[in-house]
């Protein structure tokens, strides 16, 4: 069966910081990926989705980026962290564009 | 994406059936209706979808008016931890992404 694989569960950065999340999947090839992101009370922002590697598209212009450097990893990266930045960071996949999505169970950053 | 309307909340007895309401008034022919369910603090859960047939599965039931302008989750028998926000969305089969709005939370209250 299919798992996905996100961490840290939490992190607490400074503002100015490196950011890296990593996200894995297990069980499928060549899966769509995605990373998004949820303010508290809210509901759930696309930042970024991936059809295979090194394919990249970005849904909201922002200060963070994301890179697919293998077919079942996924990376979120900011090279200076904002108070803005603060949120719930899920990663999920899907087999095709058409079939349900996955979430992991997602990272919650504190910007300080 | 088409844009979907939901209730912020609402609220269910245990052991009874919950229906959930969503409005995608401007879906196209191509786009799914899908739906998830968010406990708090844990990713979102898939539950069902369906492009124009009525849908049902071991979690709920999902039933699309004819003109695709609406449609509704049943949990035949909600239960306490059936508690959380219900998220409806819509997405083409062309397209990898999803818009997520608010959702409904839903409490079932014993």
């Known amino acids: 069966s299919q798992t996905i694989h996100q961490w840290p569960a939490t992190l607490v950065q400074p503002v100015g910081s490196p950011l890296s999340l990593e996200c894995t999947v297990e069980?499928?090839?060549?899966?769509?990926l995605y990373w998004y992101r949820q303010a508290a009370g809210r509901g759930l922002q696309l930042l970024f989705y991936s059809v295979g590697i090194g394919q990249i598209s970005s849904e909201v212009p922002q200060n963070l980026s994301a890179s697919r450097p293998q077919d079942r990893q996924f990376i979120l990266s900011s090279k200076k962290l904002l108070l803005s930045d603060s949120g719930f960071y899920l990663c999920?996949?899907?087999?095709?564009?058409?079939?349900?999505?996955?979430f992991g169970d997602g990272t919650r950053l504190s910007i300080l | 994406d088409a844009k979907t309307t939901q209730p912020p909340s609402m609220d269910c007895a245990e052991g009874r059936a919950a229906n959930l309401p969503c409005n995608h008034s401007t879906i196209s022919g191509n786009e799914y209706v899908y739906w998830y369910r968010q406990i708090h603090s844990q990713g979102p859960q898939y539950i069902i979808h369906g492009l124009k047939n009525n849908e049902t599965n071991e979690m709920a039931s999902l039933i699309i008016t004819e003109d695709r302008k609406s449609s509704t989750l049943i949990l035949p028998h909600a239960t306490l931890r059936d508690t959380a926000v219900y998220y409806c969305?819509?997405?083409?089969?062309?397209?990898?992404?999803?818009?997520f709005g608010d959702g409904t939370t839903l409490t079932v209250k014993p």
């Open positions: 069980g499928t090839s060549n899966p769509n």
């Open positions: 999920a996949w899907s087999q095709f564009s058409n079939q349900p999505q996955h």
């Open positions: 969305i819509v997405r083409s089969s062309n397209a990898g992404k999803s818009t």
